[in-house]
């Protein structure tokens, strides 16, 4: 049920048309909050006719042309219940995890390198997200909403740098491991 809340929470920081929405989901809702282009076209349509959204009028009606969507009242009534309705955490699933462990039963073939590409591509995100934040996030950016975004940022820098630590940790244990050359 979050897609169509990350939507109304994309619309409200910017009406936006289909196409400008999946570019935000692809450069920064996405880093948290994955969507396929169609299930963003596909939620669009049932949040309008839910009555949470609707097209802004175009200034000329053409075929085909872009549609662009703001939220309405119905819509930020929704989303203020939502945020902030009780929700339980989540339990962890990673295949990488489940694969270590069946790996302890069958073998590590292949494991290891696959820790060090999971490796380097944790390394490159959290460098990523180090980047937006010196970018987007000085002394200077200190409103409310500057600030839950940063925390948003946040998540993510933490979450990388316990998977580039772990991960280093798990490689360091692989090397100490019987038989490992």
């Given at each position: ?8 929470t994309?619309l ?12 935000r ?46 939220v ?10 939502w ?79 316990f ?19």
């Amino acid at each position: 049920m979050s897609l169509p809340h990350a939507i109304l929470t994309a619309l409200l920081e910017k009406p936006s048309s289909g196409l400008e929405l999946t570019r935000r989901f692809d450069r920064s809702i996405g880093y948290f909050w994955s969507a396929t282009h169609q299930q963003i076209y596909r939620e669009l349509g049932r949040l309008e006719s839910d009555g949470l959204i609707r097209a802004l009028p175009s200034e000329q009606p053409a075929r085909g042309q872009k549609k662009s969507y703001e939220v309405l009242p119905a819509g930020r009534a929704e989303l203020a219940r939502w945020t902030a309705a009780r929700q339980d955490p989540k339990p962890a699933r990673d295949a990488l995890l489940l694969r270590l462990r069946a790996a302890a039963v069958v073998g590590t073939d292949g494991i290891e390198a696959d820790l060090r590409r999971h490796l380097d591509l944790h390394q490159r995100q959290l460098a990523e997200y180090r980047e937006i934040e010196e970018r987007d996030f000085g002394p200077d950016r200190d409103s409310a909403q500057d600030r839950l975004r940063h925390l948003v940022l946040r998540a993510g820098i933490d979450l990388e740098t316990f998977w580039t630590q772990w991960l280093t940790h798990a490689l360091d244990e692989f090397g100490e491991l019987p038989g490992h050359e």
